[in-house]
């Protein structure tokens, strides 16, 4: 089946420096990509999606790039900030029905 | 717009009981998935329903149940609680039925609630 496995935290990092999360997935055909926020006490925000291979999302500074090659879809930040400090999850979705399959979360802890 | 309501917040239930979550998907939503989240599990996929009907089930115990009602308000179910049921239980709602347009990217984007975190004790 599909799977996703992304970098275990907590990464902890000072503020304005650069970020990477890596994640790599498992499936069969040409899934979409996300990348999920979850602020404490909160469900899930979308952060960014990727639809094919080589497509980039982008929203608030981060990125993903869509590599089918490495199957990966690592998360970056030129410069986190404190209000970074979250749980981010790596998900794909690979058929019709609204079903994502999550990788189990990086803890980022940002200190000023 | 309202985004996704799920209600209560909060439960503490007790071994044995049975428990109903509710879930309020953004207006003009159709589809609903539900979604289990533990420390050591991570993030696990229930059920989807979409106009009313149960499209894609996760690897659950018959226990968990769910259903859909014609305004597209979801209820989850878990009977005979047990306590490695207690969790973060997430509701999404999605605009469309994540029909593959032909030639074209999926058409999905899941909008999540603040989820329920029940205790079973």
């Known amino acids: 089946g599909d799977s996703v496995t992304q970098m275990e935290g907590p990464v902890t990092l000072s503020e304005e420096a650069f970020l990477t999360i890596n994640c790599t997935y498992t499936?069969?055909?040409?899934?979409?990509l996300f990348w999920y926020v979850q602020y404490p006490g909160e469900g899930l925000q979308l952060l960014l999606k990727?639809?094919?291979?080589?497509d980039k999302g982008s929203n608030k500074g981060f990125e993903a790039t869509y590599r089918k090659e490495t199957t990966s879809f690592h998360l970056e930040k030129g410069s986190v900030q404190v209000s970074d400090s979250a749980v981010y999850f790596c998900a794909l979705e690979n058929n019709a029905g609204n079903m994502l399959t999550f990788g189990g979360g990086t803890r980022l802890m940002v200190k000023p | 717009k309202a985004g996704v309501t799920q209600t209560p917040r909060y439960l503490i239930k007790t071994r044995g009981q049975q428990v109903t979550l509710s879930c309020s998907p953004i207006s003009g939503h159709r589809s609903v998935s539900w979604y289990q989240q533990t420390p050591g599990q991570g993030l696990q996929f229930l059920f989807e329903?979409?106009?009313?009907?149960?499209?894609n089930k996760g690897n659950f115990p018959g226990r968990f149940s769910g259903r859909q009602f014609s305004n597209s308000r979801s209820e989850m179910n878990v009977s005979t609680l047990e306590l490695g049921d207690s969790a973060l239980y997430l509701c999404a709602s999605n605009l469309s039925g994540g029909e593959i347009d032909p030639g074209g990217p999926l058409n999905t984007e899941a909008f999540f609630g603040q989820g329920t975190r029940l205790t079973v004790v």
């Open positions: 329903y979409f106009s009313e009907t149960q499209r």
């Open positions: 990727a639809t094919k291979a080589d």
């Open positions: 499936a069969t055909g040409y899934p979409s």
